[in-house]
């Protein structure tokens, strides 16, 4: 059976690969969309990537996972650290969700140490890069395929 899976990405991630290379790496969004398209093809998945700057579009879109999508990855880039809509958006589409950063948030500023995502997370993959979107899809596929 083929899972249906919402990957997400927050504020500013539409410049992957020009925003700050040295914290990021050089790979595109669009990168990163190609390979997310191709590990979820031969894990039986359909995949919707989905980029935006605003808050309440990630909120809308979270809202239609919970009848459209069996499972949701997650990088909510700044949002992170502010967004209780984001967490509540989460909590109430009842659907398994993997938490992703590029970056690793805890060897960073203080500040983002803190991440509203993770309390309602399944699992939390940072610091790896975008091998990170690789592993949630593995790890959502095993998730769901367990259930």
Same mark, same amino acid.
């Given at each position: 059976?083929? !899972?249906?899976?919402?990957?997400? &990405?927050?504020? &500013?991630?539409?410049?992957?690969?020009?925003?700050?290379?040295?914290? #990021?790496?050089?790979?595109?969004?669009?990168? +990163?969309?190609?390979?997310?398209?191709? +590990?979820?093809?031969?894990?039986?998945?359909?995949?919707?990537?989905? $980029?935006?700057? !605003?808050? /309440?579009?990630? @909120?809308?879109?979270?809202?239609?996972?919970?009848?459209?999508?069996?499972?949701?990855?997650? &990088?909510?880039?700044? #949002?992170?650290?502010?967004? @209780?809509?984001?967490?509540?958006?989460? $909590? %109430?589409?009842?659907?398994? +969700?993997?938490?992703? !950063?590029?970056? &690793?948030?805890?060897?960073?500023?203080?500040?983002? !140490?803190?991440?509203? +995502?993770?309390?309602? %997370?399944? /699992?939390?993959?940072?610091?790896?890069?975008? $091998?990170? #979107?690789?592993? %949630?899809? $593995?790890?959502?596929?095993?998730?769901?395929?367990?259930?």
């Amino acid at each position: 059976m083929s !899972h249906k899976i919402l990957i997400l &990405n927050g504020p &500013n991630l539409n410049l992957l690969g020009k925003r700050e290379p040295e914290i #990021y790496g050089h790979e595109t969004l669009k990168d +990163v969309e190609d390979m997310c398209l191709k +590990v979820a093809q031969g894990l039986d998945m359909e995949v919707a990537f989905r $980029q935006s700057n !605003h808050e /309440g579009t990630l @909120v809308d879109w979270i809202q239609e996972a919970r009848e459209s999508f069996d499972g949701i990855i997650i &990088n909510p880039a700044a #949002y992170t650290h502010t967004s @209780v809509a984001i967490l509540d958006a989460l $909590q %109430a589409a009842e659907k398994p +969700v993997i938490e992703v !950063h590029l970056s &690793n948030i805890h060897k960073r500023e203080e500040f983002r !140490h803190t991440s509203y +995502v993770s309390k309602t %997370a399944n /699992g939390v993959i940072c610091g790896l890069g975008t $091998q990170g #979107y690789d592993l %949630a899809l $593995q790890a959502l596929s095993r998730l769901l395929s367990s259930r």
